[in-house]
Nanobody
Framework: QVQLVESGGGLVQPGGSLRLSCAAS????????MSWYRQAPGKVRELVAT????????NYADSVKGRFTISRDNAKNTVDLQMNSLKPGDTAVYYC???????????WGQGTQVTVSS
């Protein structure tokens, strides 16, 4: 049974930091590209960051470049998102995503709420 379980969300003040973590099970984690998406109320879900399966190369949305860092640990089957210098515009539900090399298999976590507010 495939599972992606996110943790680490919460309420933080503008300028603060949070670290999200996603624990994966039920599939060959090291063979999948891992991503974080987010969805704010009334908006479409958007890609925040991706890290490739083999090289572990990261890519980021322009809106988070220089502030967010994605990383993965293939030994622990986890992918993290370190979020610094948070802004109110970063408020959203953040979702962990796994995608196979072929693109045929895609899995989603249940999401974790991040709220940036003073």
């Amino acid at each position: 049974q495939v599972q992606l379980v996110e943790s680490g969300g919460g309420l933080v003040q503008p300028g603060g930091s949070l670290r999200l973590s996603c624990a994966a099970s039920g599939f060959t984690f090291s063979s999948y590209a891992m991503s974080w998406y987010r969805q704010a109320p009334g908006k479409v879900r958007e890609l925040v960051a991706t890290i490739t399966s083999i090289a572990g190369s990261p890519n980021y949305a322009d809106s988070v470049k220089g502030r967010f860092t994605i990383s993965r640990d293939n030994a622990k089957n986890t992918v993290d998102l370190q979020m610094n210098s948070l802004k109110p515009g970063d408020t959203a539900v953040y979702y962990c995503n796994a995608q196979s090399l072929s693109g045929y298999w895609r899995y989603w976590g249940q999401g974790t709420q991040v709220t940036v507010s003073s």
